[in-house]
């Protein structure tokens, strides 16, 4: 019974005055978080919409050769590669940066935020296909192209299309090796570095080989001539509304998600208390110790690390 008893009072007081004042407190934190994050995007959006109309006044500018549409979307791919590519090798940067923010606990390193097998592990199969959706989708676009239209670009098109699927291959094998190790990162420090590293230089490789291959591409549709700067700028514009759209989608709307969910989960515990579902208050103590042990910021589910380029590419 003692023990019991010295169990009981080492947990912090804790009453339904207190719980009111954690509720008031959460719903405080909870609406100034909506309204930063719905800030966020709609600066994203308005980014977005701006650049849009920069886009459409350039292209009009830019000869594009007799497949216009085919060049067009040479381009549009350029500067999604290029997105991508930079998404990539600050992605553990900006978890960091976005930890920071929100308040969260930031890691000190880099290579502390990359999934170790068992992490891997359990993740379903479902939510994996999900993220090698527009690779795959992209993939068979540029497979397409060649049987459909008959282009002078044709053969760097097929390549590219070739190069791509088999590192979707490669990347599949991977992660399933990966995957059924099930256990932690090294713990050498000079380990996890090397590994971090090798990674980066994957992925810049991955990007460049097919960049180099639009590009190819592109140079056999289109008419280059003086229009290099026309081009060039087209690129950034269409990588600028991209990257846009990857905050929105892989920060701004995550967090949007999980602020809501924790504020529905509060909720679900002051109707148990109305319901009289959760009738004393260490019922309820527990119910928040576990909300606030589970309530880490989410990790983008758009990426797998794995020491491979990024499925979602």
């Known amino acids: 019974m003692s023990g019991l008893n010295s169990e009981r009072t080492n947990k912090p007081a804790f009453d339904m005055v207190a719980w009111e004042e954690i509720l008031r407190r959460q719903v405080q934190a909870y609406e100034e978080r909506k309204r930063e994050y719905v800030r966020w995007t709609a600066t994203g959006l ?9 886009l459409l006044q ?9 497949h216009f549409y085919v060049s067009l979307w040479m381009l549009f791919l350029a500067g999604y590669l290029i997105a991508e590519l930079v998404w990539q090798l600050a992605e553990e940067k900006i978890a960091q940066a976005v930890t920071t923010l929100i308040g969260g ?15 891997v592990a359990k993740m379903s199969f479902w939510r994996v296909a999900w ?18 239209v008959n282009t002078t670009a044709s053969g760097s098109l097929t390549r590219l299309a070739l190069f791509r699927f088999v590192t979707i291959v490669i990347w ?15 713990t050498a420090a000079m380990s996890r570095i090397g590994g971090f590293l090798v990674g980066k230089v994957i992925v810049i490789l991955y990007y460049a080989i097919q960049l180099w291959l639009v590009a190819s591409a592109f140079r056999e549709l289109a008419v280059p001539g ?3 700067g026309g081009l060039a700028l087209i690129v950034l514009v269409i990588t600028g509304v991209l990257t846009c759209g990857l905050l929105i989608w892989r920060i701004a709307w995550p967090l949007v998600n999980h602020n809501a969910a924790i504020m529905g989960a509060f909720m679900r515990v002051h109707e148990g208390v109305l319901v009289g579902r959760l009738a004393d208050t260490e019922a309820v103590f527990d119910e928040v110790s576990r909300i606030y042990s589970g309530s880490s910021p989410p990790r983008n589910e ?7 380029p990024d499925n979602s590419a």
């Open 172 to 186: 599949v094998i991977t992660f399933l090796i990966y995957r059924s190790r099930k256990g932690e990162l090294p």
């Open 226 to 228: 003086l229009q290099e």
């Open 58 to 66: 350039n292209v009009a500018s830019v000869r594009f050769g007799s």
């Open 105 to 119: 606990r930031r890691p000190a390193r880099a290579w502390d935020l990359v999934n170790a097998p068992a992490d």
């Open 131 to 148: 993220a090698l959706g527009p690779n795959m989708l992209i993939t068979i676009i540029l497979a397409l192209i060649p049987s459909s």
């Open 302 to 308: 758009g990426t797998v690390s794995t020491g491979t």
């Open 46 to 54: 308005a980014v977005i919409g701006a650049l849009s109309g920069v």
